[in-house]
């Protein structure tokens, strides 16, 4: 008896299986309805009964775009800009060689500056460059004594003397 209780019946089984499958079946016929009548209002819209119509607007205009200047001569777009590029261009090589004049000129400048802060430049004024045994430059007569042999620098040679006195 417990175990007629605890298996569930053949008959039973049978009618839930049929249940189950009239409701598998009802849901499946249903989605069908659905999906056929989708299919049929898409059938009847404008954009399916229309499409040529709807686009015929779009490939007119797109035709016009072909046959246009811009699309048969695309370079002929630039040349109302050519002129301007060209003046453009030379305003900017102008530009250049002021800058470069300017450049050239201050370079100059600066070489005369130095050029005449050269020590070579000094020694070519008749100056000329003492220099101790050891090789430090002399300023002041201070630095040497009677005796003392030093170098003297000149514009063109030079010359090897021996300091007499100091005054």
Do not use: W
Request: glycine share 8%; proline share 3%.
């Amino acid at each position: 008896m417990a175990a007629e209780m605890a298996v569930p019946d053949k008959a039973e089984l049978l009618a839930l299986i049929a249940g189950l499958r009239a409701r598998l079946t009802e849901s499946a016929l249903r989605d069908l309805r659905a999906r056929g009548e989708r299919l049929r209002k898409s059938r009847q819209s404008h954009v399916y009964t229309e499409a040529g119509q709807a686009l015929r607007p779009r490939f007119e205009r797109l035709g016009q775009l072909a046959g246009s200047y811009a699309f048969t001569r695309p370079e002929r777009l630039f040349d109302p800009h050519k002129d301007r590029l060209s003046r453009l261009q030379e305003r900017m090589g102008e530009s250049v060689r002021l800058c470069l004049s300017g450049a050239e000129n201050r370079f100059g400048q600066a070489a005369i500056k130095l050029e005449a802060l050269s020590p070579l430049a000094t020694l070519a004024r008749g100056y000329s460059i003492c220099v101790d045994g050891l090789g430090r430059v002399l300023v002041e007569s201070s630095q040497v004594s009677a005796g003392d042999t030093i170098s003297v620098s000149l514009s063109k040679g030079g010359l090897s003397c021996v300091v007499k006195e100091l005054k």
